[in-house]
């Protein structure tokens, strides 16, 4: 699924703490020498005569460097380094209004800002009311001790009050206003997605989507071939591999591929037309329906022996189709080479299943090639076209099917490459070569399916098509992007290139079988669309709030200082 801009814009912008992490505890320090800065300089000034300075800078140094291990205390899994960071966020905001402070003959006012962030950082990290309100408490102890110690008249006091009570109620009120939104529990939810993010811990995010999701029965549509004792699967199931790293039914390729090749079948999991909506509601949900599948392809399970007939091309305005049929069963791969495509509707599946009727199919299987990245296209209609040519077409039968298969290692980074593995399965038909090149990423640049199909075609191979699984193992890596598509460079290329060698090496006289699995699964369901439509109107309101807020205590400090 690609982002529109405002999802992403909100996205990339975590990129900032994080990539402030790794030099935080120099910024903290850098932050702790200009707030006590200016102290030193009056005490050296008055000849170091000053003591009024040494107690700001040890009251300062003192709740400078707590903060930290407070909120480790808060967010226990947080590591040290991650503390520091979130201390830094906290307190540089202060650093004006201390200085302002100065002019007011009122130290201390830094931490007056600390809750504006604090209160809701620690609520999300943590979904405890009671831990986001001990931030407040730490707030009010550093102020309570400044005034203590250092207010000596009611002016003083008066303007600690104000700032202090403006920090704590704007932070109070909006922090509470966003607990529940559309049916969820907003810092649940934050909370879980952030010890996923952190912990690699996918218990609690998919406890939620396991509340959200439904039960249904799911249909499994399995191409098989069988060669010298082998079997190579085209598996498509009507699930979605997301959301992202190893949760829900993300890391699924992998999973079938685990179960399936100590009895040696190949799998090559294909992504079906759907999208997150239709994704697994846990990892744990995603191993069982793997195993539901293993058992049936080990078994041969309500499998039927089919003819295939020589696989063929179609085009239309925007649309490419590579067709693999058999006599009852047409299984078409879309490629939108000229624009790019991502996870075309699950309605495309329902429809070409009742046209297939109308041609004489008993089962007709979309699959998203997601070859070249783009923005999804949805409209039904723009479909009927691509859908009418690839199952009007008809194409003599295999006299003599040859199978082969074959599969390499990337030696070298491939960015977006989620597994290091290459697959290529090779069809002999009627003295013709066709194949399929399968990557395991999410998408691919463009000019990578061009290119590799180039290769295949030098091989010999009358026609190929270049398939990415929409792999979201590796999604939700980094902020620069929730994933990154499959990049074109010479360790890709060589690796494809041993592949087809391999394939093109060991074939044998090949039978196919097709299979209609229905499983039962829980799958997320359109909720999961609400869910990121729901977080980007937080965001959006998050970040006027914090500008706000900033805005209105800087305003109130301003007034103080000229009145």
Known sequence: MVLDRKALKYYRMLRIPVGLSKISKYLYACSYMIIISPYLYRYFLSGMRNYREVYVLIIHSFFIAFLPLFIKMLVDYMKIRQCINMSLFLLVPGIPIEIA????????????????????????????????????????????????????????????????????????????????REGFDIYRVTSSWIKTLLLNDEEEFSAIMNEIGFDTETLTHVMMFEFNSR??????????????????????????????????????????????????????????????????????????EDMLNEPFRVYTD?????????????????????????????????????????????????IDAHNVEGMSITDPK????????????????????????GEACVKGIVRGLCNNKVKVITIKCNNKLYGLIYLYGNNAERG?????????????????????????????????????????NSSLIRAVEVALKNSLSNFEKGRVYIARLHIQTKIVGPKIFRLLEVAKILSRKVLKYLVFSYLLIYIMVLILVFI
């Open 382 to 405: 723009v479909y009927e076209g691509v859908l009418l040519a690839s199952l009007s077409k008809s194409s003599r039968q295999c006299e003599d099917l040859y199978v082969g298969f």
């Open 448 to 488: 990578v399916r061009e290119e590799l199909r180039k290769i295949a075609l030098k091989y010999g191979y009358s026609d190929v098509e270049v398939i990415t699984a929409d792999d979201h193992s590796c999604s939700g890596i980094d902020f620069d992007a929730p994933y990154h598509t499959i990049e074109l």
């Open 318 to 366: 925007f649309f490419e189709a590579f067709v693999i049929q058999t006599n009852t069963a047409s299984y078409i791969f879309i490629s939108t080479p000229t624009r790019g495509n991502d996870d075309i509707p699950y309605e495309i599946q329902k429809k070409a299943v009742e046209l297939g009727k109308l041609y004489g199919f008993e089962d007709v299987v979309i």
């Open 231 to 304: 079997y190579v699967a085209l598996v498509v199931p009507e699930i979605h591999y997301g959301p992202f790293r190893n949760i829900g039914s993300a890391s699924l390729p992998q999973i079938l591929d685990n179960i399936l090749e100590p009895h040696n079948i190949a799998v090559v999991a294909l992504h079906g037309a759907c999208s997150h909506e239709r994704n697994l509601v846990s990892f744990n949900e995603s191993l069982r329906y793997g195993y539901s599948v293993a058992d049936m392809l080990i078994t041969k399970k309500r499998f039927r």
């Open 101 to 180: 402070g100065i002019f007011l003959g009122i130290e201390g006012l830094a931490y007056v800002v600390v809750p504006i962030i604090g209160v809701i950082a620690i609520r999300s990290f943590t979904y405890s009311r009671s831990k986001s309100m001990m931030i407040i408490f730490y707030t009010l102890i550093a102020e309570l001790i400044f005034t203590l110690v250092f207010d000596i008249t009611l002016i003083h006091f008066i303007s600690r009050f104000i700032l202090l009570s403006i920090s704590i109620a704007v932070s109070l009120i909006f922090t509470e206003s966003l607990a529940y």
